[in-house]
């Protein structure tokens, strides 16, 4: 990336929430001013991880800029901080700092800090304002909006959360810059799914998309839009009682091959790239969609180096048993998201029996 | 308690909520057939703690007897169970048993029963369905009703948690013949409070209850009132950005001298006991409030048990911080509720310097 951008602003609205999502190269200068702006509370206390100590000090720089005073807590990388032992770590230091109920929690990382700060603004003092300045692309395109937060329990994952819509998302797309190439790779998985429920016009975008991040202003446009697709689903379901299951494309099997590899072997954009390709062969058995759509697919996830062959390592059988504990499975019935065509979303398919198992195996090519 | 009351019912709104309080004598036994008509998943996690292990049998069977299954998970008795470590191992608990987002907690006890397993069902896959059975006079006509859940945390009471309205109360007054006399006077502290919120009316009714717990008919009427007032300013203000304030009337020096006796000294009602005659006193200098209701209410405070004069233990300067502390007090003003007369609000209040100090040290008589 060089060329500078120019910011894009797109609107959100869930319930009663209505917040901005900008989105721009070099905009995370930005925060400070646009958060006064809506601020009702002099505080806020700014979460992020180690990944970002440079980010960070932009971040507080920027708020006390603004005249804001910052609370700073760091968390350790990695999944293992979405915990309740975090919560309550950052929750004692929030009151501790005198935060109050019309301050604000600004998550600046990615989708760990998002949904692990996310959910402490939900339940600190029965809920405070949220910011999110998301700094990899999987947090841009999909975490950091629609107000899903949680931590996780050792029985699972995201067990125990809420649904917190935020004030201000504010995407730096410079941030990406800094990414390890896998991490990148992972958020691109999330575009995939995006490109695949939006239809045939971003996927083929998404299919011809060169080595990332990409130029500035194009990829800013691609996460738009992207953003703008999911924007417009919670918008219409916000609490995930019907057509927000269509964002769960691939996350059925994907799920279960992240939990049965002990979230170590795949991390989740990889277990995605698999839980799309065998959600796709299933939407072709189930619903006759075109098997070129999966051929295609695979040669943009591979481009990317994302998996498209499942390691022996990971058994079927664990799979199939993480499949069947998932939250997302009622009752018994699996009840999968699939399509027809791009853009042609089913929800609640239950696959013929031995399907999914038919799936799983076929990923091991 | 002997004659049978006929049972009751009050609809609650707050927000897209909706839900029947029920009250009346023996009505625990219903509580399985009235949430199987209402209940979407098969299974209910039943938290209750070691106070009413009867109780919990009890409701246990309706259940089962409806056809849900039912998981036991007991607290122990006391505000210490109010945690996020008993929240991660009610979660982890529930999680184990198969606990699925169509399912529900039922909370089958007092104040701190209800507050925890609230908390829980906010936030268990971020959010499922919530029954409150409350057992003692607090829970039933104050923390049952109107949605506020959460932990404590060393910083403060209710530090973490959620609103999140139940689908069903069912109040059993019959329960309320097994509590000590303490535990029934602390409940009445809070009656008396939605007197004077209320009105001449139900603060005359109030004046002139006879020993607690009173005729069973009667007090099925008289909870029915205060929860009745108490739905109303959850309909007008879920969020408690406004007329919800009302019910913090005596709130803010209770809590003081709650915080300040270190929750040992006294006990919340009690604490509310002396900050109601705290805020009276208040009302007649800022508000002009006629003496003689602050006289009427000190009368039957002290016929009920509760306290009308503060413990020389418990130090001023100690109350008037803990006030300052208090996450209700709003930046650096103090925001009080306070009365013209009995039924007749005011909210955010600001007394004149040093009124707070003095209406403390009042109390000493």
New interface residues.
């Given amino acids: 990336m060089n060329a500078l951008a120019p910011a894009q602003v797109v609107w959100a609205e869930a319930g009663d929430a209505r917040y901005p999502v900008h989105l721009g190269t070099g905009i995370l200068d930005e925060l400070g001013p646009l958060w006064a702006e809506r601020a009702a509370?002099?505080s806020v206390l700014l979460v992020s991880d180690g990944n970002v100590p440079g980010l960070a000090r932009r971040a507080r720089a920027s708020l006390q800029g603004a005249g804001l005073r910052v609370i700073g807590a760091s968390v350790p990388p990695g999944e293992g901080s979405k915990s309740?032992?975090q919560?309550?770590r950052l929750?004692?230091l929030a009151?501790?700092a005198g935060l109050?109920?019309?301050d604000a929690v600004v998550a600046l990382g990615g989708g760990v800090v998002g949904d692990l700060a996310g959910?402490l603004a939900?339940?600190?003092?029965?809920?405070v304002r949220l910011v999110h300045a998301p700094t990899t692309l999987l947090a841009m395109v999909d975490s950091a909006i629609g107000g899903?937060?949680?931590v996780d329990?050792?029985?699972?994952k995201?067990?125990?959360?809420?649904?917190w819509q935020p004030q201000l998302v504010l995407a730096d797309i410079e941030t990406l810059d800094g990414l390890p190439p896998r991490e990148l790779a992972c958020g691109f998985a999330e575009v995939v799914k995006y490109g695949l429920l939006d239809g045939p016009e971003l996927l083929e975008l998404v299919e011809y998309w060169p080595a990332l991040p990409g130029p500035a202003a194009e990829l800013t446009g691609l996460i738009r839009r992207c953003a703008a697709h999911k924007i417009a689903v919670v918008a219409a379901d916000e609490?995930?009682h019907g057509v927000r299951a269509s964002l769960n494309l691939g996350h059925t099997v994907g799920h279960g091959i992240e939990a049965a590899g002990g979230y170590e072997r795949y991390r989740h954009g990889e277990a995605i790239s698999l839980g799309l390709l065998a959600a796709l062969r299933l939407s072709e058995q189930e619903l006759g969609l075109d098997a070129a759509v999966r051929q295609r697919v695979a040669v943009v996830l591979a481009r990317h180096g994302l998996p498209t062959r499942l390691d022996a390592a990971v058994a079927t059988p664990a799979i199939l048993e993480a499949i069947g504990r998932d939250?997302k499975a009622?009752?018994d019935a699996l009840n999968m998201t699939l399509l027809t065509a791009p853009g042609d979303v089913r929800l609640g398919v239950t696959p013929a029996p031995g399907r999914v198992e038919a799936a799983v195996e076929e990923l091991r090519g």
């Fill in positions: 509370g002099p309740l032992a919560v309550e929750a004692r009151a501790e109050r109920r019309s959910f939900a339940s600190y003092q029965r809920g899903k937060t949680g329990l050792p029985e699972g995201n067990y125990v959360g809420a649904i609490r995930d939250k009622d009752r």
